[in-house]
């Protein structure tokens, strides 16, 4: 682990303007998900088990870890007298039925905008589409949701992908997006598959999450105004990811951290105003730790748009 700012010799000085980006931090399918834990864990006790990390954090992780949530790879991993909890990004059919034959107590944790892809995947299936899903390979959602139709499912990353797939031509074709990705990230690849197949249906309304558009928003317009750029998220992030490519594509140094001891002094030489944001899945007291250790003279919050987005618990835990 690289020395927290400052801690080193040599070490940069203050910087003079830090401006926080808004929104940022938690969207409402993440705080949804961790209040589920949360409410488990005071409505059970301790231990409840996860399946996969609620939220892509390690931060988050951790925290609920340490209050007695036991995360697993797989449904046979939770005990049989143990609450079992569904992460934020959903799951494929299959492990419902798993947990199922082992008479699990599960609670689904999957955000409701992730559900809304799920139940188009599994519409269009039934009315003979061959689905196209935009999406990362090996991210969890991407499995979730594929998961729904395997038969039909086609993967593209990329616009290269699109003129790769092997597609009957008296097939019907539709396409799906992964929440967590860009609009502006998406938008060459669905105009390459409408090219290609020119009936191609589309969801009613757009898959990319509001959160994950407003943070991109927020950075997008941000970034021209610093030197420098910081996203706090985890590596798994994909939402993280994408905002250190929307600062960059603006044109500014950006960089993903997990907090203040990721921070490189050698990135702040000659950067007066540095900007800092949180992912969808990165709470707001992580934010403002590196806030923090910035040493900043003045601090302004920059908001693109406003939030009020709210998803109900279960009715299990409310």
């Known amino acids: 682990m690289r020395p927290a700012l400052g801690s080193r010799a040599g070490s940069p000085a203050a910087v003079a303007r830090v401006i926080v980006a808004a929104p940022r931090g938690f969207c409402a399918g993440v705080t949804r998900a961790v209040d589920i834990v949360e409410a488990a864990l005071e409505r059970w006790g301790p231990p409840v088990y996860v399946r996969k990390e609620i939220v892509h954090n390690r931060r988050v992780v951790g925290e609920l870890a340490a209050k007695g949530a036991i995360f697993v790879d797989e449904v046979d991993q939770a005990p049989a007298d143990r609450p079992l909890i569904f992460s934020a990004h959903g799951i494929a059919p299959t492990v419902r039925v798993d947990a199922a034959s082992r008479q699990l107590r599960t609670i689904d944790a999957t955000c409701p905008l992730v559900t809304k892809v799920h139940s188009e995947a599994k519409r269009f299936a039934r009315q003979g589409y061959e689905?196209?899903?935009?999406?990362?390979?090996g991210h969890d959602e991407a499995i979730g949701t594929m998961g729904e139709a395997p038969e039909a499912m086609h993967l593209v990353q990329t616009v290269e992908d699109v003129a790769k797939l092997d597609i009957a031509a008296d097939k019907?074709?539709?396409y799906l997006t992964q929440t967590t990705l860009g609009v502006d990230e998406t938008a060459g690849i669905i105009q390459a598959l409408k090219e290609r197949y020119p009936a191609l249906a589309s969801p009613p309304k757009e898959d990319i999450c509001y959160a994950a558009t407003n943070r991109q928003l927020a950075v997008k317009r941000l970034a021209p105004n610093c030197d420098l750029l910081l996203v706090v998220g985890s590596q798994n992030s994909s939402n993280a990811h994408r905002l250190v490519e929307v600062a960059s594509e603006a044109g500014t140094a950006a960089h993903l951290i997990d907090g203040p001891a990721d921070i490189r002094p050698e990135w702040l030489k000659g950067a007066s105003t540095v900007g800092v944001t949180g992912s969808a899945s990165?709470?707001?007291?992580?934010?403002?730790?590196?806030v923090a250790a910035l040493r900043p003279g003045k601090v302004e919050e920059f908001q693109?748009?406003?939030?009020?987005?709210?998803?109900n618990l279960p009715p299990e835990l409310r």
Request: glycine share 4%; no cysteine; net charge negative.
């Open 172 to 174: 019907k074709v539709a």
């Open 131 to 137: 689905l196209v899903y935009i999406g990362h390979e």
């Open 282 to 290: 990165t709470a707001e007291a992580a934010v403002q730790d590196v």
């Open 304 to 311: 693109a748009v406003e939030e009020n987005v709210f998803f």
